[in-house]
């Protein structure tokens, strides 16, 4: 009979799952930032495009840490969230209701990355991983940050502005 899996390699399976999502993310950033209409947008996405960055380094110093190498595993979710991105810029282009869906979608990113996040911190604290809970904490903080600024961003911008068209 195969090991019956354990905490560790469920801390792995969703580490890699994490790596995987924040580096698809990287990818969609700058598009998304090109399609959106609002400056305050655009800045947005370009700013949390770096903090992403600053992410992914953090996720590999984990990966050090269990002494196993940085690779992601293909995240189903993360890529039908980023896929509905996708369809709001094709289907909203040049309609005042785009940045709208464009927060929406990115917001739908960071509640899944807080998801994950949570997650890991509480199994790395059961590992007694110390020094990967403080890297995950300061990933969690930033994307906690990064949802009020587009929940602060909807209300002030893309909500007045399909408010005023409609």
Known sequence: MANPKTLEDLFLDTLKDIYFAEKQILKALPKMARAAQSEEGKAGFL???DETEAQVERLEQVFEIIK???RGKTCEAI????AEGEEIIEEFKNSSALDA???SSAQAVEHYEIAR?????AWAKQLGLNDAVALLQD???EEKATDQKLTKLAETVANAKGKKAA
Do not use: F, M, V, W
């Open 47 to 49: 700013q949390h495009r």
């Open 139 to 141: 990933n969690l903080k």
């Open 79 to 82: 890529q039908g969230i980023l």
């Open 68 to 70: 196993k190498p940085a």
């Open 117 to 121: 996040y949570g997650t890991l911190i």
């Open 101 to 103: 869906g464009l927060i």
